[in-house]
């Protein structure tokens, strides 16, 4: 891969994946930013970057810097993303893209203008390689027809009213929270696997706690569950803790999926289960290495991520041999790959292999039909369906 210098803007929990994903994609980490002084340094410091910026100004004028990685909290993503853009630098963001479907909406405008850019959106779970095998296996026809998908996506790190986070804040991650932290990386991943676009939803969603008990000082993502006992203040949550979501898609299949950040036992479950006229498909990602798939008329199969055995396009994102446990952090790598790989082209008029700021708007688009819906108490139609 060509030489490119990346800089990230973020300094939490997803800061660290991705400096640890674009050194081992073998993309060259040249700066980041975090939101203070003394964060910066102490995150360059840490991951062993040769430079902390001052400032996004001084970040975005750097000429090392060729591409921008945004992993900040949802509200800072419109801005910094359009001046990224705006600087010239290739983007790849955190998702959700926006705060809402008009900032989003921009960004694809904007991206669409820049013709020697690139501009992404951190929809990872696409290169689960056996996710990459579901997507083969459906678009060549093995499956048939898609009657219906039904699938969830459930934690337990916000079980207790004590567990706390930015994104539990309407201001910070937007008014919808579970269904558009975790629940995106579901319909974006069902849509990638499928090409099924949703064209009407029916959503029910629930605040499991109205109110949290909110640490006095800032708790990284993930880490709350780690901590000591803490003096706390009350503070109002309006976000949801669990949403079950009905969908309707175009061409007349079905699909039911629920989310939740308040299951006991359940670390980071994503699941999907697509029926279709010739045969189902299964995957979990709490146990990425295999795929289930069932059948009518023949013995149902498990097949292992081993690389011999699966088609070249899951074989591409493939970094090991079976047997040989990939996860969560290898989807970065293969993600960070596809995207830098692209670049590399430069035919930025080619199909991209990743999820575009095209997709982040669509599932923004989804997000507030299904809030809509929560509160209108019945089926919405989806903007641009």
């Given amino acids: 891969m060509a030489r490119i210098g990346a800089a990230v803007i973020g300094a939490g929990f997803m800061g660290g994946v991705h400096t640890e994903g674009l050194r081992r994609a073998g993309v060259e980490v040249v700066g980041a930013l975090g939101v203070s002084a003394e964060e910066t340094a102490g995150f360059v410091k840490a991951q062993g970057i040769p430079r902390g910026y001052a400032s996004l100004d001084e970040l975005l004028g750097d000429s090392a810097v060729q591409s921008v990685h945004i992993v900040t909290p949802n509200r800072l993503h419109h801005g910094m993303a359009k001046a990224a853009l705006e600087a ?29 850019q690139a501009a992404a959106v951190n929809y990872n779970i696409r290169f689960y390689p056996l996710c990459l095998e579901a997507r ?22 916000l079980l207790l009213d004590t567990d706390y986070n ?28 499928t090409g099924l676009e949703a064209e009407a939803v029916c959503a029910d969603l629930m605040v499991v706690h109205p109110i949290r008990r909110r640490p006095k000082g800032e708790v990284e993502t993930f880490t709350g569950k780690l901590g000591a006992e803490a003096d706390t203040e009350p503070v109002k949550i309006t976000t949801e803790d669990y949403g079950s979501i009905l969908l309707r898609f175009k061409g007349g299949a079905k699909g039911t999926l629920w989310v939740s950040q308040v299951t006991a036992g359940r670390k980071n479950c994503l699941r999907y289960e697509l029926a279709g006229e010739k045969a189902a498909l299964e995957w979990i990602s ?49 993600h960070f790959r596809a995207f830098y790989g692209y670049v590399e082209k430069g035919d930025f008029s080619a199909t991209a292999p990743f999820a575009t700021f095209k997709d982040g708007h669509r599932e923004v ?19 641009g369906a």
């Fill in 88 to 116: 010239g630098k290739h983007v790849f963001c955190e998702k959700p893209l926006a705060m809402n479907s008009k900032e989003t909406a921009e960004l694809v405008a904007l991206a669409g203008k820049r013709s020697k």
């Fill in 136 to 157: 083969e296996r459906v678009r060549g026809g093995e499956i048939g027809k898609i009657h219906h998908v039904a699938g969830s996506y459930v934690q337990d790190w």
């Fill in 166 to 193: 930015w994104r539990v804040l309407a201001e910070e991650g937007g008014e919808l929270r579970a269904v558009a932290d975790i629940g995106t990386h579901w319909l974006d991943l069902v849509h990638a696997i």
């Fill in 286 to 334: 709490e146990n990425p290495e295999v795929l289930w798939i069932g059948r009518r008329t023949g013995p149902n199969e498990v097949l292992m991520r081993d690389p011999s055995l699966l088609s070249p396009t899951a074989r591409a994102a493939v970094g090991v041999p079976g047997g040989h446990a990939e996860g969560y952090a290898d989807t970065f790598k293969q």
């Fill in 365 to 383: 688009v989804l997000c507030e039909a299904v809030l809509e819906s929560h509160r209108n108490g019945g089926w919405v139609d989806v903007k």
